[in-house]
């Protein structure tokens, strides 16, 4: 497999990152939603993997506001799904960013810090 240097990483997590989110627009109104929880399953600068027992609707275009922490930094990417998948406990949906490069440049620099944070023993040792 050849390795395309414009594409961007995706960061895997071994246990999936708690986040929030609210539908933000739909079909260009403003939305005021509830916020519903997920999982993020993966990242990259470009988009994420969440997973949620809520079905979103697809039929018409949808803008999410999604919160997550990654470390002790609160981030909050705006963006669009681009594909449902139904799974034995709710949805997974690959969400498209639609942030600047500034928020991508953190996820980043943020993502790099936490793979180099060696996991902690619980007994101290």
């Known amino acids: 497999?050849?390795?395309n240097r414009s594409e961007s990483f995706r960061f895997v997590f071994s246990d999936p990152m708690e986040a929030s989110f609210s539908i933000a627009e739909k079909a260009g109104e403003p939305v005021n939603s509830?916020?519903?929880e997920a999982v993020i399953m993966d990242i990259s600068p470009s988009g994420l993997k969440l997973v949620t027992h809520l079905d979103l609707p697809m039929e018409k275009p949808v803008i999410l506001n999604i919160l997550f922490k990654i470390r002790n930094e609160e981030l909050e990417l705006k963006g669009e799904p681009m594909w449902k998948k139904?799974?034995?406990t709710?949805?997974?949906y690959g969400v498209r960013s639609l942030n600047d490069e500034i928020l991508?440049?953190?996820i980043v620099k943020e993502l790099k810090e936490f793979a180099q944070q060696k996991p902690?023993?619980?007994r101290g040792i």
């Open 1 to 3: 497999m050849r390795y």
């Open 34 to 36: 509830k916020q519903g």
């Open 90 to 92: 709710g949805f997974q």
């Open 120 to 122: 902690k023993n619980p």
């Open 104 to 106: 991508q440049n953190r």
């Open 86 to 88: 139904r799974t034995a």
